[in-house]
């Protein structure tokens, strides 16, 4: 009954490759967010839709593209990867822009 | 723009000690403030938040927090620190009525000692 769910949890790639990450929350939310978060924790907003409109879109290279097919469901595509996208990636979700959020348990992406 | 200071990634304290973290903001309208936690392996979880209602807020696992503007500040406090309290916490701010961008400070890694 997990309220922000998010697959793959590990994701091993090689440098060029294409990946999807996918989340989804069943808690009736309007506002879902993506962020990245480095190997000293530091936490990074990426992305954040509202009602399935895109609203922030930080300085994130365009090799990532955000899609969210409805309110549920916000994926994160990366093409090309790179060394340096290696991170852990979390998806949040609030009831609307500024509340609190409720955090996936995150995809740990390692590119090789 | 919004900011958030965390002083000291690391505090030290012994089992049964007050837990201080502190935070520091800077905005230049109302903020809505936030303190979350990071256990090993896992995403993050609200503790507490403050919404321009009562200056005090308590949170789960006997945190609070004060916010006080004149120094603009949310500190985080537990009186007595447990084991299980080992963790990340990270201070967060948005802006009410603004572009609610969410941002977040470099997080404070708490030790508990036996």
């Known amino acids: 009954d997990t309220a922000v769910s998010q697959t793959p949890k590990y994701l091993v790639t090689q440098m060029g490759n294409d990946k999807s990450i996918k989340c989804e929350q069943n808690l009736g939310h309007d506002t879902m967010y993506w962020y990245k978060q480095d190997s000293k924790k530091f936490l990074k907003i990426m992305f954040s839709y509202n009602n399935k409109e895109l609203i922030i879109n930080e300085t994130v290279p365009n090799r990532f593209s955000p899609k969210s097919p409805d309110k549920a469901h916000l994926n994160l595509h990366i093409n090309s990867l790179e060394l340096g996208d290696s991170a852990v990636y979390f998806c949040a979700s609030s009831q609307r822009q500024g509340y609190e959020q409720y955090f996936g348990p995150g995809t740990r992406l390692t590119v090789t | 723009a919004q900011s958030v200071t965390q002083l000291g990634s690391h505090v030290s304290v012994s089992e049964g000690a007050l837990v201080l973290l502190r935070c520091n903001y800077s905005s230049s309208v109302p903020p809505y403030l936030f303190w979350y936690v990071q256990y090993p392996n896992q995403g993050l979880q609200l503790l507490l938040k403050?919404?321009?209602?009562?200056?005090l807020v308590k949170g789960i696992n006997g945190f609070e927090a004060e916010f006080k503007k004149s120094e603009t500040s949310f500190h985080l406090t537990k009186p007595s620190a447990h084991m299980s309290d080992a963790a990340e916490y990270f201070c967060?701010?948005?802006?009410?009525?603004?572009?609610?961008?969410?941002?977040f400070g470099r997080g404070t890694s708490l030790i508990v000692h036996p």
């Open positions: 967060a701010v948005t802006i009410s009525g603004g572009s609610y961008i969410p941002t």
């Open positions: 403050y919404t321009s209602a009562a200056t």
